[in-house]
């Protein structure tokens, strides 16, 4: 029988040691990507040296591309001190791509929370090809981890999980997975949720909400619709779903939810390892929290990334920007490819990602990266562009949420990445 499981992390209000620090740590492969004809491999991986016991969240995103005309399914895990596997089910995320125009390029993510005792932890996002012969490029993968130690109050964590294969003909949103976040202050929450999506029996369109508070309500900018259809030779075309937003909460307690429904189509949604985790930072903590949300359908053009989303944030010294950026991309008249990517200031592109749209089949975009930053009053951007010419068709863009949290270089220990405050190099070329 499926469960639904959900847990939180209880803080206790006592004093920390001052060794007990808040730590990040993240890695990946710098500039462009790697190509991918077995494995499992290693995409990206960090280490983290945790000095009392805690809880760790795993944000781990890439972008799968095609590259020849054969067929390949690929499956991407998350793996707690395993570099060989087998990785956390929880994480599990299968795609396929296919030598036809509408899954040549497309995004995954998965986010895994997870208690660990005090000590040194490796976090690795994991790849292999598990059918077919097509080979796949992981374009800029990206793995980072947050460790909050148990006694942290001015952070906290909670995760919901729908264990296995949830199921849904309804038209009406179904509660999939939830968790709780109780007792809390003024502050902001980065809530995120994901999965994979399969298909059962016939041609489906998925439509799923973030949704928050009693009675729930729609995160503004977190609805994501997602199609997987038939194929004559395969068993389908697997495909990955996620969303995310950044709300403000009064105190108290807050459930977070997510909901799906099936939007079109007569088939079966199948959502598999299913997700929902909130990072709540207090106001006036020492973590920094800003957002922006699109509700409703954005489309542009042109061939030049062009601003989708904006948000602003002025810490006051030296630190990290954690990004988040998930939206829906659409279909339009003609298929057509896509080209996102994140900006702190007029800086260097974070994140590449493209996605393919094609056969009126709707795709999720994510996005994610730590950023070194000095003090001082910074504009992050989610931009959007067409990728591919003559511009005779519209990339659209429905619902969309850019998430920034700002974490202070004082209080955060750095592992896995090659930071320097002020430098082009973001990315060491040993990080695999």
């Not at 462009?32 to 494995?39: A, C, I, N, R, Y």
């Not at 994480?91 to 208690?115: H, I, N």
């Not at 509700?295 to 944030?313: A, D, F, K, R, Y």
């Not at 089949?361 to 994610?368: E, G, Q, V």
Request: aromatic content about 8%; overall charge negative; some cysteine.
């Amino acid at each position: 029988m499926l469960r639904r499981i959900m847990w939180t992390v209880v803080v206790f209000a006592v004093v920390v040691p001052a060794s007990a620090e808040v730590m990040l740590c993240t890695g990946g492969f710098p500039s462009g990507g790697f190509s991918l004809s077995g494995g499992p491999i290693i995409t990206a991986q960090c280490t983290l040296e945790a000095a009392t016991d805690g809880t760790i969240l795993v944000i781990a995103s890439t972008g799968v591309n095609r590259v020849d005309t054969e067929y390949a399914q690929v499956r991407l895990r998350v793996s707690l001190n395993q570099p060989n596997g087998p990785g956390l089910v929880t994480s599990e995320r299968v795609l396929d791509v296919y030598g036809t125009s509408y899954l040549e390029r497309q995004t995954s993510m998965a986010t895994v929370a997870m208690p660990v005792v005090a000590g040194t932890h490796t976090l690795y996002y994991l790849a292999e090809r598990v059918v077919g012969s097509a080979s796949v490029i992981f374009y800029r993968p990206r793995v980072m981890a947050i460790f909050i130690p148990s006694f942290e109050t001015n952070i906290r964590l909670c995760e919901g999980r729908f264990w296995g294969e949830f199921t849904t003909t309804a038209a009406s949103q179904t509660i999939v997975t939830s968790c709780t976040l109780a007792d809390l202050g003024l502050g902001s929450a980065l809530v995120a949720s994901d999965a994979w999506m399969r298909l059962a029996d016939t041609d489906v369109e998925l439509s799923a909400d973030l949704r928050l508070g009693e009675p729930p309500v729609c995160a503004p900018g977190t609805q994501r619709w997602l199609d997987v259809v038939g194929d004559v030779v395969y068993d389908g075309l697997d495909t990955s779903f996620a969303t995310s937003a950044l709300v403000g909460l009064g105190p108290g307690t807050t459930h977070f939810y997510l909901t799906a429904s099936r939007n079109s189509g007569s088939g079966t949604v199948s959502l598999n390892e299913a997700g929902v985790s909130a990072l709540w930072a207090a106001t006036g903590g020492p973590v920094l929290a800003n957002g922006a949300a699109l509700s409703g359908e954005w489309t542009t053009t042109s061939v030049v990334p062009q601003t989708m989303l904006q948000t602003n944030l002025n810490p006051s010294v030296d630190g990290y920007f954690l990004i988040l950026a998930t939206a829906s991309v659409s279909p339009d008249l003609a298929d057509y490819d896509a080209h996102f990517m994140a900006r702190v200031d007029l800086g260097d592109d974070i994140a590449n990602r493209y996605v393919k749209i094609g056969g009126d089949i709707d795709r999720n975009l994510a996005l994610s990266d730590l950023v070194p930053v000095e003090a001082g009053s910074h504009t992050i951007r989610l931009n959007g562009g067409r990728y591919d010419t003559p511009a005779t068709t519209s990339l659209r863009v429905r619902d969309a949420s850019l998430s920034v949290l700002f974490f202070p270089k004082s209080m955060v220990a750095i592992f896995g990445g090659n930071f320097e405050i002020g430098s082009d190099l973001r990315w060491s070329s040993s990080v695999p």
